[in-house]
């Protein structure tokens, strides 16, 4: 594994990492998007429900080993340097997707646990976070709810920016993070 990033590159191990979020990110929003095709109650929408749960908490196990490889190496240089301004609103994204990727997860679990379900990983059952409220459970639902819609505009954002920077600004953002061609 390879945590150092080359000159102008992240390493394989961010660059898989990076990736690998992102389809978890594919795999948690289609679950909950595609268990509303399924009747109240069915098998279908509860197995999409809990695969929902498990790729979220997978998602928030994944982040803090992300988090410590980023800030264990410098980032690559981007090359030309953007202005200051595109810096530090590159620096905000990352950090509401840090956020995003910390706190989401971590509200779904104490979701479950007010609402005194079970919390699935994998086959293991992860303890609850607080003691059964319904009224709690429900507001922290509607939270979640609330910022998952905000997180798909998070995630277009930071795909858009990652465009403009190889398309419009020319630089080397995008493909810093590519994986290499054999």
């Known amino acids: ?10 390493g394989a191990f961010m660059i898989g990492i990076h990736w690998l979020m992102l389809l978890l990110f594919v795999g948690v929003y289609g679950a909950i998007e595609l268990h509303e095709i399924f009747a109240k109650g069915s098998d279908a929408r509860e197995l999409m429900k809990t695969w ?27 090359q030309p ?8 609103a590159a620096k ?7 956020a ?5 997860p971590l509200a779904g679990w104490l979701t479950l646990s007010a609402a005194g379900k ?21 507001q922290l639902e509607e939270l979640h709810e609330t910022v ?3 997180g798909y505009f998070l995630i277009g954002l930071h795909a858009a920016a990652a465009l403009y920077h190889h398309y ?9 993070m590519l994986p290499r061609r054999a």
């Open 118 to 138: 079970p919390i699935p990983f994998f086959g293991l059952e992860l303890p609850a976070l607080v003691g059964e409220n319904k009224a709690l459970a429900k």
């Open 92 to 98: 905000l994204l990352h950090l509401a997707l840090y």
């Open 100 to 104: 995003f990727m910390i706190g989401m």
């Open 1 to 10: 594994m390879n945590l150092e990033p080359a000159a102008q590159r992240y």
């Open 52 to 78: 929902h749960f498990m790729l979220g908490l997978l998602v928030f196990m994944l982040v803090w080993v992300r988090l410590t490889a980023r800030l264990s190496r410098p980032a690559p240089a981007i």
């Open 148 to 150: 998952g819609t905000i």
């Open 81 to 88: 340097r953007p202005p200051a301004l595109q810096e530090r």
């Open 168 to 176: 419009i600004a020319r630089d080397n953002t995008l493909t810093r």
